[in-house]
Every structure is written in structure tokens, then in C-alpha cells.
């Protein structure tokens, strides 16, 4: 398919999703209420928004439109999570007001709908960065449940029958899950440093895990051989950065490769820097054998399933290098220890419990 075909298609595919918004703001809601309260926001098409902004000062974050979905501009413009986005805008189309509270700006300040004292702020901004409309969050109401609202441009304050839900900061827009593998598929994991490599393998039926070239003398610690084997059970990063990183030495010099049965191979290359770990990620689908279907030969259910399973793996390692290949990711401390951990943290003697247990007791 031509890039100017996917063009079209990513821009139909948000504008269905705009139209949906709109929908659900507009449709199935009682009468009743409707009749007793208005709508903070009308009239605002979601397919014309460009970008939005949240907070204000070195607290801002913005969201910026990028061919069909929107980028956190923050974070070197990684992809936001089209849910999380349309989540924002429905929430602020969803904010309800029955008292018009005050429009007088003197008290603007006491009612926390300041850009410098809300608890939080929305603009949402058409092409050429000109304003469509914004909302500003402010204080809770003393009585009644409701919180302080102001509309701009505009000095009019409401109060809003229910508090709005709003997520400020950037990686609350970004889905910050690496990789989550299925431990029952993992085959071995290799870790590897400048100073060793060793690796830990699935034993029979996948339950054990055995060491290659295992020391005599010498066994696992079990918690710690597990930990470390399904290190991408669950790989989350806290924060991201395109790639090549400027204005950081980083020196990936440890690797992480995990094997699964699939023939997909998944690398992380490690940094360590000021107590921080960066990984660079990509995968590859090893099995270069072409899948292939010959004419006038009826194959059975079994092996189009094999063939299927086979294309599905090769098309979720593509996509995962894809997603991540340009990236460089910061990720937790505890996470890091399982990557990065060394042999001689793994091994004890095989002794050890037996030397305790005759040790005398006082």
C-alpha cells in the first residue's frame, strides 16, 4: 500500500474516532438532566484540535497531532496513546455546570482558576497554534461536590456538578510497557558484560532452569535464577528519549538477549550512567525459512495453524522493533538488577545448607 494511501486511511481513522467522541458526549443522556445543567464546552470538533496543551510553565506538556495520532512533543515527540487522548477530550467535553458563579477577575485567584493556581489547565489549539477553547480547572467547592471552573478565553466561573477527571504530565499519555513475555515460551536468556556471559536455560518441559556450563560446586539461588529469567515478563520504562540520546555519554556496553521457542530473539543493550539504566531494544524472528503454500496441495488445519503462528511471530518482532528500534528508555532500579545481574550473585555452594545446619547452636 502507498504512503499516500496510509495517509488517507490514518486520517479517515481519526476523524471516526473524533465523530465517536462527539457521539457519546451527545447521545444517551437523560433529559432530565440536560434540562437542569449545560454543557461547559459546545461546539468543539474534535478533528479540527492540532494540539493540546496541559499545565502551564515547566509543567506544560503538549500533544501535537502527528499525521493520524497525536505525539508527546516533551518527549521527543513519542507516540501518545489515542485512547488516553480521546479519553482527555471526552472528559472535558463531559464537564457539566448548573451556576454561573462569578465573572469578576479580582476573584479569579481565591477560586483557583488562575493559569498559576488551577489545579489544572487544557487548551486545546487549532493549526497555526491559535486557541479553540480552554478550560481551567480550579479549587473544590466548599459545599456540594463541586469544583471551580473557568472557560477561555472568558472571566465567567462555574460550578461543575462533578469534579473532572483530568491526567496532567506526559508519560500519563504514553503506554510505557516494553514487553511482557510468557514465561512458558522463554527458551534461555544470555547476560553479558565486558566482563563475562553467561546463560540460563529452560530445562525439559520449562519449569527447571538449568545453567550453561554450570560451575561444579556450585547451584542457583532459585529466587534470583527466576527473577532473571523472566527479567521481560513485565519491562516497563519511566522515562524516554529519542535515539541517539544528545547530551548524555551513554555506552551500551551489556546485552540482555532472551530466546523464545518462536525463533524470536529479543535484545536489550544496556547503559549504566549516575546510577541510571538506558536500554536500546529490538527483536528479530531468526527463522528465515520462507512460508510458502503450493498449488493443488491441500494442507491440513495443524500445519496452516503452524504457518499462521509462524507469519503472527514474525509480525509481532517486526513491529516490536519498529515501535521501539529508535528509542532509549530509562528504566527502574529493580528492573535493571535483573538484567544486568552477575554470575557470582546467582551461584552458592551446594553445601551451604548443610554447613548451616551443623552449625552449634548458643
Given at each position: 500500500m502507498s504512503n499516500k494511501k496510509l495517509v488517507i486511511l490514518a486520517n479517515i481513522t481519526a476523524c471516526m474516532i473524533a465523530w465517536a467522541i462527539v457521539q457519546a458526549h451527545i447521545t444517551n443522556k437523560p433529559r432530565e438532566e440536560a434540562e437542569k445543567s449545560a454543557y461547559l464546552i459546545q461546539g468543539l470538533d474534535p478533528t479540527n484540535i492540532d494540539s493540546i496543551i496541559l499545565g502551564t510553565g515547566k509543567k506544560e506538556t503538549t500533544l501535537k497531532r502527528d499525521g493520524g495520532r497525536f505525539a508527546v512533543v516533551d518527549k521527543d515527540n513519542y507516540p501518545a496513546e489515542s485512547a488516553d487522548i480521546n479519553s482527555l477530550i471526552a472528559s472535558c467535553l463531559d464537564i457539566k455546570v448548573d451556576e454561573l458563579f462569578t465573572d469578576n477577575p479580582s476573584n479569579h485567584k481565591d477560586l483557583g482558576v488562575t493559569a498559576e493556581d488551577a489545579r489544572h489547565v487544557i487548551k486545546f489549539l487549532k493549526q497555526g497554534s491559535e486557541l479553540m477553547v480552554g478550560v481551567i480547572v480550579g479549587n473544590s467547592k466548599d459545599q456540594g461536590g463541586g469544583t471551580f471552573v473557568r472557560m477561555i478565553p472568558g472571566n465567567k466561573v462555574y460550578v461543575t456538578l462533578k469534579s473532572p477527571q483530568i491526567q496532567d504530565g506526559a508519560l500519563n499519555y504514553i503506554n510505557m510497557e516494553i514487553i511482557s513475555v510468557d514465561r512458558r515460551n522463554i527458551e534461555s536468556v544470555t547476560?553479558?558484560?565486558?566482563?563475562?556471559?553467561?546463560?540460563?536455560?529452560?530445562?525439559?518441559?520449562?519449569?527447571?532452569?538449568?545453567?550453561?556450563?554450570?560451575?561444579?560446586?556450585?547451584?542457583?539461588?532459585?529466587?534470583?535464577?527466576?527473577?532473571?529469567?523472566?527479567?521481560?515478563?513485565?519491562?516497563?520504562?519511566?522515562?524516554?528519549?529519542?535515539?541517539?540520546?544528545?547530551?548524555?555519554?551513554?555506552?551500551?556496553?551489556?546485552?540482555?538477549?532472551?530466546?523464545?521457542?518462536?525463533?524470536?530473539?529479543?535484545?536489550?543493550?544496556?547503559?549504566?550512567?549516575?546510577?541510571?539504566?538506558?536500554?536500546?531494544?529490538?527483536?528479530?524472528?531468526?527463522?528465515?525459512?520462507?512460508?510458502?503454500?503450493?498449488?493443488?496441495?491441500?494442507?491440513?488445519?495443524?500445519?496452516?495453524?503452524?504457518?499462521?503462528?509462524?507469519?503472527?511471530?514474525?509480525?509481532?518482532?517486526?513491529?516490536?522493533?519498529?515501535?521501539?528500534?529508535?528509542?532509549?528508555?530509562?528504566?527502574?532500579?529493580?528492573?535493571?538488577?535483573?538484567?544486568?545481574?552477575?554470575?557470582?550473585?546467582?551461584?552458592?555452594d551446594e553445601n551451604k545448607e548443610e554447613a548451616e545446619g551443623d552449625k552449634p547452636t548458643s
Open positions: 547476560v553479558s558484560s565486558s566482563d563475562e556471559i553467561y546463560t540460563l536455560k529452560a530445562n525439559g518441559d520449562g519449569e527447571d532452569i538449568i545453567l550453561k556450563n554450570h560451575p561444579s560446586g556450585k547451584k542457583l539461588k532459585a529466587g534470583d535464577r527466576e527473577s532473571v529469567f523472566t527479567a521481560l515478563s513485565f519491562l516497563r520504562f519511566e522515562d524516554v528519549m529519542r535515539s541517539p540520546v544528545t547530551g548524555k555519554e551513554l555506552n551500551f556496553n551489556r546485552q540482555f538477549v532472551c530466546r523464545l521457542k518462536d525463533s524470536t530473539v529479543y535484545t536489550m543493550e544496556i547503559a549504566q550512567k549516575d546510577d541510571n539504566t538506558y536500554i536500546k531494544c529490538q527483536a528479530v524472528f531468526t527463522d528465515k525459512t520462507p512460508v510458502t503454500k503450493e498449488e493443488g496441495i491441500v494442507e491440513s488445519e495443524e500445519e496452516l495453524k503452524k504457518k499462521e503462528t509462524k507469519l503472527l511471530a514474525r509480525d509481532k518482532a517486526e513491529e516490536f522493533s519498529a515501535r521501539h528500534g529508535n528509542w532509549v528508555y530509562k528504566i527502574s532500579e529493580s528492573d535493571a538488577g535483573n538484567l544486568v545481574k552477575n554470575l557470582s550473585e546467582l551461584l552458592e
